[in-house]
């Protein structure tokens, strides 16, 4: 029982210094920052994305990058064609970066939606100021944004818009500092994001279930045999 009440001591104390360290951003862009490359036959600029990302140690290459550096706005090229379920894959599972999550907002994933002009302005927490877990202010990180259709759930997170087969797209990656909170912070700025993608049909929800199941009980059976 000591031993259980020393490692939870540990363990609160370590979430308080990251909680109080950690590096704050202005997670901000500005008018046609991204663009709506699903909806229509041209990309335009509207509300129907959220926006989000994501950051790794300074010189760090995104996994997605191998697909393509980034989606320009110019979504309607045929150099802008990749498959959504692929790019969600090397977003998501990549070993180096992370989705950031604001410390000001129970750690959830720091998301926001784009605005009819197609800029974005973060405006939860303090002074529209996300205050990144695990990250530390001063330091230099590297960096990139990704943008997914919401489906007109303003709330949907990049884990979320991806189990549902998203379009997505994503900007190339750039160096940041973070800062502290009473410090004058670093703005993004100069992304522009198309979000495009091809992806065949995506299994319902049941449907996923059932082949879970299906897997589950084919284990039992083997272990049992």
Known sequence: MKKLVLIGTIMASLVGVSAFGQGYFNFTGGKSSVWDGFSGASSTRDTLINVAFLW????????VS???????????TATSSYSAAAAWTAILTDPNFTVALDVNNGN???????TATGGWIYKTGAANQIGVLNTVAGNTYSLYVIGYANGGNTALTPAQAAAAGASVGWSAVQSWQFNAST???????AFQIGVA???????EPTTLALAGLGGLGLLLFRRRQ
Do not use: C, M, Q
């Open 56 to 63: 790794a140690a300074n010189g760090d290459t995104a996994a």
């Open 66 to 76: 191998s697909i393509l550096a980034s989606t320009s706005n110019n979504v309607t």
């Open 108 to 114: 959830a994933p720091g998301v926001i939606t784009s």
């Open 183 to 189: 410090a004058t912070l670093n703005t993004l700025s």
């Open 197 to 203: 993608g091809t992806l065949g049909p995506v299994p």
